[in-house]
């Protein structure tokens, strides 16, 4: 029986491309190059770990085929299946493969006995999504010396040859989450190779009640096969699939793939040179604003001072971390009219202009949707005498668009004329108060040529169209516009999320989005204990999902307390804890986010429709995608794409690879890649003949009672009303 030539390249990147083939026998002709299509085959049993591989592969767009176990008609996985012949060249039609363990229920003996062959043929590796440890899969049973139970708040941690290998992109510790003391988050079983196994752990952590340590993931190489072996229960949400699962499909996919996924930061500061109306802890509303009765309060306005600004871009310098500056020049114009002229804020903003990035938010933040009726809470639309709705007219959003450019202009604000924040996010549609797009609001983008422009991500999710403009939407942080203060926050953040028996509004007891809490927070430690890491870990859990979607707050969130500094400084620090230097957040501005998220659905429409081919034959790689869908994929450092004449550079560096989105050269039809020398050698058909035996399937073992297979979260993350996460 062959065994698997161990080289010292093991722990390496080359080690991902390593070519596992028997050499033809003497005299023989030399087996044509295989063909190797960029696609996953997934081998589905309903369980929540193949379920977040697959979903690791959809978010990044690389293409895979879904076998679901499940189904009565299912195809079968026999050898016509996996591979055949194109051109007179042999063709694997998957170049990774992932079961649900090493020997699933529900698939038969001789598929798991084809799939074995085919591994062995074409150097296919394969992922055992989770899977009980024993010999069987190169670990000793847990029993010995191992662990078997919760993980939950347990830091494993990459170990060297993760470093050096697949996981290189991390810096280490990878932490699970402990995120509720009443509900099992994390199973897993923590073993050690067996004895005389060719094993190697990626991934390891602390055995209970010992000094001893034992793998979590790790490489298993036997009959000329490897398999990536991973003994922990997980769900597409938990931060530790989240770390681990580029790692996880760069080890399937040998480093070469169509697909991509960066890593994605962006805040909005939106309201800058106005004012936000402060939270009266009386009342329980905001004068001034539409949740509190025209006749109740004075509003008690919150604006940023020189001081603010200076900090502002300090702190961006520290981190090195760049804010976009979601703009209202008429809120300096009336400060200067309101206290002699003058607005030190203004001056210090513009004096910094360059340490941050600037966005048109209209004039003077005016509601551009329907005429709002706010003599009753909450407000309504009002209507002309023909029963129409009232809307803001085509001349109004126009020149609010218009004035604030010509302001920032003439202010030296370095600004994109294409690029626009409605106030409130207004204009567009509202529900229930406003469901339709004002229809003025298109024609008025056209006028500016505006063509990005923000939306709110927790009423209008997804990107669409209007008029010339494609939407942007934003995620909003709890932290509350109309709070400059910490007791602000928690005094109205314990209005929102608190029963009435507890003295709330009691609107969490009939939300379908959020949850109460057990008690008040305190007032003096409620922010810093509660609030600051439950929203960097929203924040947190959007990035390492990959979405380019930006994060919004208001500048007075950076006034008085400096309240959103915080969140901001646990996402930063929480975030360069876990990744490399080669891994760094992708701070984008709005009109480069909607590209990416424009480029992204393209793509993903035109793999789900069938209508990417991509390809490996030796070192070179070829995609063809339909016209105007821009091709993104994942490549080895080195990596070029052939022109018509000569070759261009692919891609940026990002977690050791190159990712990039690129189109066909000059009049060529598809695109083409040169991959570097040490990852051109391909894997050559084996001869039958010389291959050996498969062995036999191992014996299906029933997983322990007790693994908890967690499909969500089961914790609340306590989300914000529509009406407070405006502005």
Known sequence: MRRTVRTAALAGAGSLLLALATPPSAGAAPAPTPRIDLRVLVVDDGGPAVDAIAAELGSAGTPFTRVDLREADRPEIQAGFLADTVDGRPRAKY????????SPAGMAAAELTALASYEQRFAIPQVDAYTYARPEVGLDHPVNGGYSGSLDGVRAAVTAAGKAGPFGYLDGPVPFEDNSTSVGESYAHVARPAAGADFTSYVDAPVPGSAERGSLVGEYRHDGRRELVVTFVY???QQQFRLLARGIVDWMTQGVRVGAARHYFA???????????RWDSELNCTPGDVDCPPDQGEPDPIRMTATDARYAAQWSAAKGFTLDMVFNGG????????????????QQLVADRGAFRWVNHTYNHPFLGCLQDVSTVPWTCAKNADGTVKYASRSEISAQI??????????GLPLRDDELVTGEHSGLKILPQQPDDNPHLAAALSDNAVASLASDNSRDPQQRRVGPALTVPRYPMNVFYNAGRTAEQIDEYNWIYTRT?????????ISSVSTCLDEPLDAATGYAEHVVPLEARIALGH??????????????????DRIAYPVLDR?????AALYADSTPLVNLRQRDIGAELRDRAAWRAAVASGQVSAYRIGGTVTVRAPAGVRVTATMPTGTRQNQLLGTTAFGSAYAGSLVGWVSPGLLQDRVTLALPAASAAAPAVADASVTGPVPAPAPRLPLPRGVRERVAYGVTDHGMPDSRVTG
């Open 95 to 102: 170049q990774a493969v992932v079961l649900p363990s090493d």
């Open 235 to 237: 769900n597409q949400y």
């Open 267 to 277: 805040v909005h500061i939106d309201d800058v040179f106005a004012a936000d109306d």
């Open 331 to 346: 809120g300096s114009e009336l400060f200067k009219e309101e206290n002699g002229g003058s607005d030190p804020l203004a």
């Open 402 to 411: 218009s004035d604030n450019r010509a302001w920032g202009r003439r202010a």
């Open 501 to 509: 028996a507890d003295g709330g509004s009691g609107i969490c007891e």
């Open 543 to 560: 990035v390492l999902a990959g979405d380019p979607r930006p994060h919004f707050v208001h500048q007075s969130n950076l006034a008085e």
């Open 571 to 575: 996402v930063l620090a929480d975030y």
